[in-house]
């Protein structure tokens, strides 16, 4: 699995949790300062991408852009 076929899934779970439009969401786009994320928003929207990508994300993972995120998820996905 890519980065360009992760993106879009996670940018519609993240617009969809946080009430934004999918193209607010990019990769460089911080959870916290960009979307104004708070700590229950982060912790649905890892719930959703652990869901959709069948993927285990710890909390103490440094993620904090959705660059981040793709990237997390893109590296587990392939191994």
């Known amino acids: 699995m890519t980065n360009e076929e992760v993106l ?3 940018q ?3 617009a969809d949790q946080l ?5 607010e969401v ?3 786009t911080n ?3 960009d979307l104004d994320a708070d700590s229950l928003d982060i912790f649905e929207i890892i719930n959703e991408i652990e ?3 069948d993927v285990k994300i710890d909390t103490d993972e440094s993620i904090e852009t959705v660059a981040d995120l793709v ?3 893109t590296e587990k996905a392939e191994a």
């Open 8 to 10: 879009p899934k996670v």
């Open 12 to 14: 519609n779970i993240i």
């Open 19 to 23: 009430d934004k439009k999918p193209e």
């Open 26 to 28: 990019q990769l460089t």
């Open 31 to 33: 959870f916290k300062n």
């Open 51 to 53: 869901d959709e990508f």
């Open 71 to 73: 990237n997390f998820i």
